[in-house]
C-alpha cells in the first residue's frame, strides 16, 4: 500500500533552520496537491502550505510565507519543506498530505503522513 513517511523534525533554537521531507512509497502514477499540516498542543490543525503538481503553484499560511517553501520533486515524488527563521510558535507536530495520487490498483484520496515533531526554543 502506498504511505507518506516523513523526515526531519527535531529540535532547533529560535531563527534556526529545519527541512521536512515527505516521501511518497509504492507504485505510483501521479500525484496531485501535497501539502503540510502542523498542529500544536491545544490548537486545530492548520495547513501551512501546498504545492501542486506543477512546482510553481504555491500556497503558503499568513504566519509562514516569507519564512517557509515548499517544494516537490515529482521524479522521486517527494515534497518538502525548508523552514528558516524557524519561531517557538513553530512548534507543532508536521504532517504532510496528498489530496489524491493513482496507483497501478487506481486512485487514491486523502492520505497523511505519520508526523514528526517540530520544536522551536527560545
Known amino acids: 500500500q502506498v504511505q507518506l513517511v516523513e523526515s526531519g523534525g527535531g529540535l532547533v533554537q529560535a531563527g534556526g533552520s529545519l527541512r521536512l521531507t515527505c516521501a511518497a512509497s509504492g507504485s505510483i502514477f501521479t500525484i496531485g496537491v501535497m501539502g503540510w499540516f502542523r498542529q500544536a498542543p491545544g490548537k486545530q490543525r492548520e495547513l501551512v502550505a501546498t504545492v501542486t503538481a506543477n512546482p510553481s503553484d504555491t500556497t503558503y499560511a499568513d504566519s509562514v510565507r516569507d519564512r517557509f517553501t515548499i517544494d516537490r520533486d515529482n521524479g522521486r515524488k517527494t515534497v518538502y519543506l525548508q523552514m528558516n527563521s524557524l519561531k517557538p510558535e513553530d512548534t507543532a507536530v508536521y504532517y504532510c498530505?496528498?489530496?489524491?495520487?493513482?496507483?497501478?490498483?487506481?486512485?487514491?484520496?486523502?492520505?497523511w503522513g505519520q508526523g514528526t515533531q517540530v520544536t522551536v526554543s527560545p
Open positions: 498530505y496528498v489530496d489524491r495520487l493513482t496507483t497501478n490498483r487506481g486512485p487514491q484520496y486523502g492520505l
